[in-house]
């Protein structure tokens, strides 16, 4: 049961409850299958729940429900989530590893349940409120132009607003914004051009199966961006989409059918990555200035590798060049590591192309 394995890492880890990079760590590894009960957990954490019932005498309904308040108004959670994770809180780590009274129990997070914090009466603003919209071109919906919560380190995004479908974030909205995690819901389908460019401080954004585009430049500069999973239907990732990111390893999903020019350049600890049938050719500058990058893998009908496109990879040592490819362009390796090899078939173009350009090669 998750409450009870909650306590047992609290228990274990006592000290890590006041260093969040440890924290964070240790409650996705207990839980790697849980990621909802995850987040309502950090959620919390990063409101200063933890904090607070430490400091705390007792935990009454009052307490708790300041929490439950802030999680439903400036992270979009809903009511009986934000119930469940409040109460386990309270009960977890202030009654029974702090040895605080409390009069909370925990709630069974169940939608339509009683909740175990009552709520106050109050004027509220709802989250989608926070939100600033306009019309999105992509047909009959709105586009997430910025935000105006106080918490805007996780921002999760709603698919709707006054029974309108929201379904893209507007180009710039959120470029060079301090935002740490971005969710977002089904019905999104566009993220726009530039619209968390260089937003170094993101670490972790969630695409949802509605997803279709990346906009040029869209995530370039995240450098704190270490891991992402791309949507199974994604289409399109623009021009300079993933430039510039913290990325080490990323799978292109088959539905992408365009990629724009240097996509994935200057990704410093991209180490492999394997191009699938989907993508006909690589374009210009997609892998420039990816340092730490080894292992490529080409499928066996690509047409072509543009300009660039692996320029300044100073890591790269080898690479097999299938036979169906009749067009690499200008400067294609240049800057690779001195030992760099390219693998080809007798009388293929690749063999003509290393020949033309003086690059080592060798036949399989």
């Not at 507007?170 to 999104?188: D, L, Q, R």
């Not at 989409?241 to 990629?259: C, E, F, R």
């Not at 990555?273 to 990058?293: D, H, Y």
Request: aromatic fraction near 10%.
């Amino acid at each position: 049961m998750f409450e009870t394995e909650f306590e047992r890492l609290l228990n274990s880890y006592r000290d890590a409850v006041g260093i969040r990079s440890r924290f964070s760590g240790l409650v996705k590894d207990f839980f790697p299958g849980q990621q909802m009960q995850v987040n309502l957990i950090l959620a919390a954490y990063d409101l200063g729940l933890a904090q607070e019932l430490e400091n705390v005498r007792a935990i009454n309904n009052a307490f708790a429900y300041r929490f439950v308040k802030r999680l439903v108004e400036e992270y979009g959670i809903s009511r009986a989530n934000a119930d469940w994770v409040v109460s386990v809180w309270c009960v977890c780590y202030g009654q029974h590893i702090l040895k605080k009274p409390c009069d909370i129990k925990i709630s069974s997070g169940k939608k339509g349940a009683a909740p175990v914090i009552a709520e106050k009466k109050s004027g509220t603003t709802q989250y989608g409120e926070l939100f600033q919209y306009e019309r999105s071109s992509l047909g009959n919906g709105l586009a997430v132009t910025g935000f105006t919560g106080a918490n805007n380190k996780t921002i999760i995004f709603q698919n709707t607003n006054k029974n309108t479908p929201v379904i893209e974030i507007k180009a710039g909205a959120f470029s060079e914004s301090s935002i740490e995690e971005a969710i977002m819901t089904e019905g999104f389908r566009r993220i726009g051009e530039k619209a968390f460019l260089g937003c170094s401080n993101l670490r972790q954004i969630i695409f949802p199966m509605s997803l279709r585009e990346l906009g040029d430049f869209s995530l370039a500069g995240c450098a704190g961006l270490k891991t992402l999973s791309l949507p199974a239907m994604l289409e399109q990732i623009g021009a300079y989409a993933l430039s510039g990111t913290g990325l080490k390893t990323i799978q292109i999903p088959k539905s992408v059918y365009w990629i724009g020019d240097g996509a994935f350049s200057d990704c410093k600890n991209l180490d492999g990555i394997e191009i699938r049938e989907n993508i006909n050719a690589i374009p210009a500058k997609m892998f420039q200035g990816c340092v730490n990058l080894k292992k490529i893998k080409l499928h066996e009908q690509l047409s072509g590798i543009g300009d660039y496109a692996f320029a300044d990879c100073a890591n790269l040592e080898t690479i097999y060049i299938p036979d169906s490819v009749t067009a690499i362009g200008e400067n294609a390796f240049e800057g690779v590591n001195e030992k760099f090899i390219l693998m080809c078939s007798f009388g293929s173009y690749a063999e003509s192309y290393a020949r033309k350009k003086k690059l080592k090669y060798q036949f399989v």
